[in-house]
């Protein structure tokens, strides 16, 4: 939920905290968004008041992103499928009242665009003309949500991409009103920026911007106007080490493609590149490929699903940048260690800072292990709709890491934001002759606990040995959990009098988890790694309690041997 709508719908008073931790700079521009939100609503503002737009479009940007094709038929039929949820018919049509509020953005951003194109032929064409004709028709006043900035830059960068599929084949008439349509939501998003949006939805609304100034006719205030904005984003977005801001495998993404196609809009317009957007590109790529598994899809940490392995790789071809070998990113808080097949993906870093974490996780210090292609422990994932599910899955349980009396390391508030959490993380790499160490600590649990979380973590150089060591300091008689969650496809059991588990991956391969300091045992846990789709899975879990000021469990992965013939 965006900030202004998260104020406006359930009071000020919940979101205090969150306001009173924003940066000066951010805070004043919610403030002002929220202020001016009033005349907005005036039937005097008239925001999507449709005038006369002389001349044809200018520039039709590139769209190379491929479309569901099953899922544009089905939009064809009237069954829209968003955010997990489908609703066949919905009525009102724009605003159905059993909607999740992701479903809402996914319907008004207007990126299925693309799955229609992707299912072909006059129908599909046909039915992107009457769905655009009827938003026109139907929102040419000011509300929060469809006008809400991100979703205006969505909805603005689809139908330009889309242009060729359904806006030149209209009619006259059709024609002039979407480009009417179009030009009075980039009117309103010039006036509006930098609104109530930060992130990833600043840059997503900067492209919608870009795309309005380079297409339309007389767009060239609103190019200058999204490209010195973009300037501004981009220092305070991408880190130093090319890492968004969010600290978010799937925003890392999402970001990366918005800024790509930004840069082939300005290349096919003939406009020189900016030099800090080419550089953000070249930077942001390796992280991208820092995030990625054996099977080419995304690591599960902060608001992350999946994601197809040959998505991410069209985003780095698209790139174009020359992606060397990346292990870590520190000033983005991740690591990467890979010894033979193995491969070991750790979150090392503090959480997003405030204007940043509206897509944050609790799970400082969890990590993630795949061995080849297939995964072994995971965290839990991402639900993108569901309430209930998303929270569940931020929670630090939802994560293989070490949690103290079944409490978040960092706070998650009301409005989706993090409150307290660790402020001090630290990580310290080392390697030798192929052997990889890492040694981190966070004190996420020091202001109410007392305790602080070391980790050890020891990769061979065979790849066929994960050593770790979880160790709380401070307070005593307090309990703890560490959680091992693991893939579905992963077959687990406990053997040897309980002492240890044995893991089975779908190829065949075996893995022997011990453990001394704590008592292990086997728990249900679900997977949310596919975007709403929620498969049972299981987690090992060693438990016990804090004594003396202290508590240290040792814990070792090794491949099992294979049996011979």
């Given at each position: 939920?965006?900030?202004?709508?998260?104020?406006?719908?359930?009071?000020?008073?919940?979101?205090?905290?969150?306001?009173?931790?924003?940066?000066a700079?951010l805070?004043?521009?919610?403030l002002?968004?929220?202020?001016?939100?009033?005349?907005?609503?005036?039937?005097?503002?008239?925001?999507g008041?449709?005038?006369?737009?002389?001349?044809?479009?200018?520039?039709?940007?590139?769209?190379?992103?491929?479309?569901?094709?099953t899922?544009?038929?089905?939009?064809?039929?009237?069954?829209?499928?968003?955010?997990?949820?489908?609703?066949?018919?919905?009525?009102?049509?724009?605003?159905?009242a059993?909607?999740?509020?992701?479903?809402?953005?996914?319907?008004?951003?207007?990126?299925?665009?693309?799955?229609?194109?992707?299912?072909?032929?006059?129908?599909?064409?046909?039915?992107?003309?009457?769905?655009?004709?009827?938003?026109?028709?139907a929102?040419?006043?000011?509300?929060?949500?469809?006008?809400?900035?991100?979703?205006?830059?969505?909805?603005l960068?689809?139908?330009?991409?889309?242009h060729?599929?359904?806006?030149?084949?209209?009619?006259?008439?059709?024609?002039?009103?979407?480009?009417?349509?179009?030009?009075?939501?980039?009117?309103?998003?010039a006036?509006?920026?930098?609104?109530?949006?930060?992130?990833s939805?600043?840059?997503?609304?900067?492209?919608g911007?870009?795309?309005?100034?380079?297409?339309?006719?007389?767009?060239?205030?609103?190019?200058?106007?999204?490209?010195?904005?973009?300037?501004?984003?981009?220092?305070?977005?991408i880190?130093?080490?090319?890492?968004?801001?969010?600290?978010?495998?799937?925003?890392?993404?999402?970001?990366?493609?918005?800024l790509?196609?930004?840069?082939?809009?300005?290349?096919?317009?003939?406009?020189e590149?900016?030099?800090?957007?080419?550089?953000?590109?070249?930077?942001?790529?390796?992280?991208?490929?820092?995030?990625?598994?054996?099977?080419?899809?995304?690591?599960?940490?902060?608001?992350?699903a999946?994601?197809?392995?040959?998505?991410?790789?069209?985003?780095?071809?698209r790139?174009?940048?020359?992606?060397?070998?990346?292990?870590?990113?520190?000033?983005?808080?991740?690591?990467?260690?890979?010894?033979?097949?193995?491969?070991?993906?750790v979150?090392?870093?503090?959480?997003?800072?405030p204007?940043?974490?509206?897509?944050?996780?609790?799970?400082?210090l969890?990590?993630?292990?795949?061995?080849?292609r297939?995964?072994?422990?995971?965290?839990?994932g991402?639900?993108?709709g569901?309430?209930?599910?998303?929270?569940?899955?931020?929670?630090?349980?939802?994560?293989?890491?070490?949690?103290?009396?079944?409490?978040?390391?960092?706070?998650?508030?009301?409005?989706?934001?993090?409150?307290?959490?660790?402020?001090?993380?630290?990580?310290?790499?080392?390697?030798?002759?192929?052997n990889?160490?890492?040694?981190?600590?966070?004190?996420?649990y020091?202001?109410?606990?007392?305790?602080?979380?070391?980790r050890?973590?020891?990769l061979?150089?065979?790849?066929?040995?994960?050593?770790?060591?979880?160790?709380?300091?401070?307070?005593?008689?307090?309990?703890?959990?560490?959680?091992?969650?693991?893939?579905?496809?992963?077959?687990?059991?406990?053997?040897?009098?309980?002492?240890?588990?044995?893991?089975?991956?779908?190829?065949?391969?075996g893995?022997?988890?011990r453990?001394?300091?704590?008592?292990?045992?086997?728990?249900?846990?679900?997977?949310?790694?596919?975007?709403?789709e929620?498969?049972?899975?299981?987690?090992?879990?060693?438990?016990?309690?804090?004594e003396?000021?202290?508590?240290v469990?040792?814990?070792?992965?090794?491949?099992?041997?294979?049996?011979k013939?």
């Amino acid at each position: 939920m965006a900030w202004g709508e998260a104020v406006q719908g359930s009071g000020f008073r919940p979101h205090l905290r969150s306001l009173q931790r924003l940066p000066a700079a951010l805070l004043l521009q919610r403030l002002s968004y929220l202020i001016k939100t009033p005349f907005y609503r005036s039937p005097l503002y008239g925001a999507g008041r449709l005038r006369s737009e002389p001349g044809a479009i200018r520039l039709t940007p590139p769209d190379p992103w491929p479309g569901n094709a099953t899922r544009g038929a089905s939009i064809v039929q009237g069954d829209f499928t968003f955010a997990g949820q489908s609703i066949q018919a919905p009525s009102p049509l724009w605003a159905p009242a059993d909607a999740h509020r992701r479903w809402l953005e996914e319907l008004h951003g207007f990126e299925w665009l693309r799955d229609l194109r992707a299912a072909g032929g006059d129908a599909a064409r046909r039915r992107a003309r009457e769905l655009a004709a009827d938003w026109v028709e139907a929102h040419q006043r000011w509300s929060p949500l469809p006008w809400r900035p991100d979703l205006i830059g969505s909805r603005l960068a689809a139908w330009f991409g889309q242009h060729d599929f359904f806006w030149a084949s209209g009619d006259a008439e059709f024609q002039n009103r979407i480009a009417a349509s179009a030009a009075a939501q980039a009117r309103h998003l010039a006036r509006a920026l930098p609104g109530g949006v930060s992130g990833s939805e600043a840059i997503r609304s900067i492209k919608g911007l870009v795309f309005a100034g380079l297409a339309l006719p007389r767009g060239e205030p609103w190019a200058l106007r999204g490209l010195d904005l973009l300037k501004r984003e981009l220092r305070r977005q991408i880190l130093p080490d090319g890492g968004h801001a969010e600290r978010s495998p799937g925003a890392q993404l999402s970001v990366l493609r918005d800024l790509i196609d930004i840069r082939a809009a300005l290349v096919a317009a003939e406009r020189e590149v900016p030099s800090d957007l080419q550089i953000a590109i070249d930077g942001m790529a390796p992280v991208l490929r820092l995030f990625q598994h054996g099977d080419g899809g995304l690591a599960l940490f902060n608001d992350t699903a999946q994601e197809e392995g040959w998505l991410v790789d069209l985003a780095l071809t698209r790139a174009g940048a020359r992606i060397k070998p990346l292990n870590q990113a520190p000033q983005t808080g991740f690591q990467r260690l890979v010894a033979g097949r193995t491969l070991v993906l750790v979150d090392a870093g503090r959480p997003p800072r405030p204007g940043f974490d509206a897509h944050a996780h609790a799970g400082t210090l969890s990590f993630e292990m795949s061995v080849g292609r297939e995964r072994m422990i995971v965290n839990c994932g991402a639900h993108p709709g569901d309430a209930e599910w998303r929270t569940a899955q931020r929670l630090t349980a939802a994560h293989s890491t070490l949690v103290v009396e079944d409490t978040n390391s960092s706070e998650i508030m009301p409005d989706g934001t993090l409150g307290h959490g660790p402020t001090v993380v630290l990580c310290r790499r080392q390697e030798v002759d192929g052997n990889l160490w890492l040694e981190l600590s966070h004190d996420g649990y020091q202001q109410r606990f007392g305790l602080v979380h070391h980790r050890r973590l020891y990769l061979a150089a065979t790849g066929e040995e994960l050593r770790g060591e979880d160790r709380l300091t401070g307070g005593a008689g307090r309990a703890f959990a560490i959680r091992f969650h693991l893939h579905p496809q992963v077959q687990v059991s406990i053997v040897q009098s309980a002492s240890s588990v044995l893991l089975k991956l779908p190829g065949g391969a075996g893995w022997r988890l011990r453990c001394s300091g704590g008592a292990i045992a086997l728990e249900p846990s679900v997977y949310l790694g596919r975007a709403a789709e929620a498969r049972r899975t299981q987690q090992i879990v060693i438990s016990g309690t804090v004594e003396a000021g202290e508590a240290v469990v040792k814990w070792g992965l090794r491949r099992e041997a294979k049996p011979k013939a």
